[in-house]
T-cell receptor, first 112, second 114 residues
Framework: DVKVTQSSRYLVKRTGEKVFLECVQD?????MFWYRQDPGLGLRLIYF???????EKGDIPEGYSVSREKKERFSLILESASTNQTSMYLC???????????FGSGTRLTVV | AQTVTQSQPEMSVQEAETVTLSCTYD???????LFWYKQPPSRQMILVIR??????QNATENRFSVNFQKAAKSFSLKISDSQLGDAAMYFC???????????FGAGTRLTVKP
C-alpha cells in the first residue's frame, strides 16, 4: 500500500525551540508539499518541492523553512517556534498535476 | 490566484438520505482539475472523486457523484444513501495544469444522523 508517512502524530514544543517535522513517501513522486490546516481556513500551502534540493514558497512561508536532500523525504523546519504556529500540519506528495495528492496522517503541533 | 469557496461550514443528513455539498471556484483557466477529499476523525485525507475540466461528463464513484457546471464554476458533491461512515470534513480542491500546488476550500463538516 502506497504511503506518505509523517514521523509524529502529536508534538508539544516550547516557544523558541527549533522544530523538525519529517515526511517520507514511498511512491517515487517528484512533488511534495507541506500544508497547514486551521479551522475555518482550510489547507494553506507553506512550501512545496518539485525535485531534490528544489523548493518553492507557498502562501504562508514566513517562520518556516524546508529541506529536501533525498527524493523520498521532505522536512519542514520551524526555526523558532511560536504559539501562532500551533496547528495541524499535513504533508502530501503527487506525481503529475492531473492526479491528486496522497496525504500523510498529519502532525498536530502545539507550541506552549 | 485561484480561490475555492465552500459556503456551507456544516451540513447534516439522515442515514440513507442524499446530501449535496457545494463548492465554487474562481479561475481564468480553461483546463484544470477538481477534487473532493474526505477527512474523517482519523485525520487521513482520502480522495473521494476527481473531475477533469475538459470532460463534460460528471464523475461518479459508487455513491458519490459530482455536478460540474463549468460556466458557473461550480463543483458540488452528491452523496447518495448516506452512511454513518460518511461523517467527516469534506474539502473541495482545485489544481491548475500550470502549477504544482492545489487550492483548497475551507471545508464542510458533514454529520450523519442515525
Amino acid at each position: 500500500d502506497v504511503k506518505v508517512t509523517q514521523s509524529s502524530r502529536y508534538l508539544v514544543k516550547r516557544t523558541g525551540e527549533k522544530v523538525f517535522l519529517e515526511c517520507v513517501q514511498d511512491m517515487d513522486h517528484e512533488n511534495m508539499f507541506w500544508y497547514r490546516q486551521d479551522p475555518g481556513l482550510g489547507l494553506r500551502l507553506i512550501y512545496f518541492s518539485y525535485d531534490v534540493k528544489m523548493k518553492e514558497k507557498g502562501d504562508i512561508p514566513e517562520g518556516y523553512s524546508v529541506s529536501r536532500e533525498k527524493k523520498e523525504r521532505f522536512s519542514l523546519i520551524l526555526e523558532s517556534a511560536s504559539t501562532n504556529q500551533t496547528s495541524m500540519y499535513l504533508c502530501a506528495s503527487s506525481s503529475t498535476v492531473k492526479y491528486g495528492y496522497t496525504f500523510g496522517s498529519g502532525t498536530r503541533l502545539t507550541v506552549v | 490566484a485561484q480561490t475555492v469557496t465552500q459556503s456551507q461550514p456544516e451540513m447534516s443528513v439522515q442515514e440513507a438520505e442524499t446530501v449535496t455539498l457545494s463548492c465554487t471556484y474562481d479561475t481564468s483557466e480553461s483546463d484544470y482539475y477538481l477534487f473532493w477529499y474526505k477527512q474523517p476523525p482519523s485525520r487521513q485525507m482520502i480522495l473521494v472523486i476527481r473531475q477533469e475540466a475538459y470532460k463534460q461528463q460528471n464523475a461518479t464513484e459508487n455513491r458519490f457523484s459530482v455536478n460540474f457546471q463549468k460556466a458557473a464554476k461550480s463543483f458540488s458533491l452528491k452523496i447518495s444513501d448516506s452512511q454513518l461512515g460518511d461523517a467527516a470534513m469534506y474539502f473541495c480542491a482545485y489544481r491548475s495544469p500550470n502549477n504544482n500546488d492545489m487550492r483548497f476550500g475551507a471545508g464542510t463538516r458533514l454529520t450523519v444522523k442515525p
